[in-house]
């Protein structure tokens, strides 16, 4: 079967979500960006929401806007975030710190909620900042650390977690997502297995949150930690968002501990006392501009609802499979990423050794994807934003720099 660009153009017609695509900055027509899983684009409304908040907020109104505008902004958007892509109820979530440091609170929380317990188990494959998190805990504390290995293109399965678990497992780091093969574990099943041993679970959700659709209650996920700058699009270096499990909140305690976890912040008194609700993992002063720049994109998300963006991006990542298979597995590519779309997130690499060049004459022909050690190109489907002309335009440019 011969795939050709009417069959993307078509595809485009009858796509609902398209008109989303006029809601960002796109000032040049002829960039195919295939990198929103990296930094999101720019939403419109971010940039009059921020300039707002630059102007009026802080230029006008000055200090008095922390006690009118800006200090419920981590809950506020913390509970947008939760209820519409995570399936939390409104509480459960805060956005404050950078996803490493939020991901070392909650790696560093669950800890000390299994004292006793030595081990730590975290996927060979998994993100580096989770693995080096991982490893300096495990080094300040003196654990094991219990590797899950090959995940590989497939992910985690159930039989490679339970192989390393037993009752001296403290917490599992898992992404729901893989960062470079998009293999989208079982989130519920592996977090049950954990349980079974008494374990927690720890989600990190960079590359899965506003892709693919969470529900974090029924689940019974312990923490979780995302990203807000990739398909959320909240701009470079937003704030990370952090849930904890309602009855879990009291047996866990961030190690952070700074005066905007305290109850009654303002008395400054003497002694740590947390807040009682999700306040308790803020530590200092929050980002506001970084912060106000989340709101938009998350309700723009919300307005389009989760369902129809997993079906286009599932129609996404299925057009590159199959342009892949036709054009690039000839000319010597694999394909590192699943062939089943429901076992996948919203990007698909694709491997070959010269990867690292092949990246860096697509950048300079108007391409732009993501080189991923070793040898992988991957590319970013962003339903929001990602026409499917620009998935055939961009492999076809591939096929013809590869
Ligand atoms: C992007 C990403 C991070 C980013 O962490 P920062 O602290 O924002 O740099 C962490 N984990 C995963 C899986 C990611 O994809």
């Not at 899965?208 to 659709?213: E, Q, W």
């Given at each position: 079967m011969t795939i050709d660009r009417s069959t993307a153009e078509k595809l485009d017609a009858a796509d609902l979500l398209a008109d989303y695509r006029n809601r960002f900055v796109i000032n040049d027509e002829t960039l195919i960006y295939l990198d929103g899983n990296s930094l999101g684009r720019l939403p419109i409304a971010s940039r009059e929401r921020v300039r707002r908040v630059l102007e009026d907020d802080w230029g006008q109104h000055l200090i008095r806007s922390w006690t009118d505008r800006w200090l419920d902004l981590p809950s506020r958007i913390g509970d947008l975030i939760g209820q519409h892509l995570l399936g939390a109820r409104p509480g459960d979530v805060i956005v404050s710190d950078s996803t490493t440091v939020a991901l070392y609170k909650a790696i560093s929380a669950a800890l000390d909620a299994r004292p006793g317990r030595r081990s730590v188990v975290i996927e060979r494959d998994n993100f580096p900042t989770d693995r080096y998190l991982v490893e300096s805990l495990a080094q300040q504390r003196g654990l094991e650390i219990r590797w899950v290995e090959p995940a590989g293109t497939e992910g985690v399965t159930d039989a490679q977690l339970a192989a390393v678990l037993d009752e001296t497992v403290a917490v599992a780091v898992l992404s729901q997502v893989d960062y470079r093969s998009a293999a989208l574990l079982d989130m519920k099943g592996l977090t049950a297995r954990l349980h079974s041993v008494g374990a927690l679970s720890v989600w990190d959700l960079c590359h899965?949150?506003?892709?693919?659709?969470i529900d974090l209650v029924a689940d019974e996920v312990d923490i979780a930690v995302g990203c807000?700058?990739?398909?959320?699009?909240?701009?470079?270096?937003?704030?990370?968002?952090?849930y904890v499990r309602a009855d879990l909140r009291d047996q866990l305690r961030q190690p952070i501990w700074g005066w905007w976890g305290r109850r009654e912040m303002f008395d400054m008194d003497q002694g740590f006392d947390a807040q009682p609700d999700m306040q308790a993992w803020l530590s200092g002063t929050p980002s506001v501009l970084s912060m106000a720049a989340i709101e938009p994109g998350v309700a723009m998300i919300a307005e389009a609802g989760m369902p129809p963006i997993r079906d286009k991006s599932c129609a996404l990542t299925a057009l590159a499979v199959d342009l892949h298979d036709e054009w690039l597995e000839p000319q010597g590519w694999v394909l590192a990423t699943p062939r089943d779309p429901s076992r996948r997130g919203s990007h698909v690499t694709v491997a070959r050794a010269d990867a690292l060049e092949v990246t860096a004459r697509l950048v300079e022909s108007g391409v732009i994807p993501d080189f991923r050690r070793p040898d992988g190109i991957r590319l970013g489907l962003a339903p929001l934003t990602t026409r499917f002309v620009d998935v055939y335009d961009g492999m076809a440019r591939i096929a013809q720099e590869g």
């Open positions: 899965s949150v506003g892709s693919v659709p807000t700058y990739k398909y959320l699009n909240g701009g470079p270096g937003a704030p990370s968002f952090t």
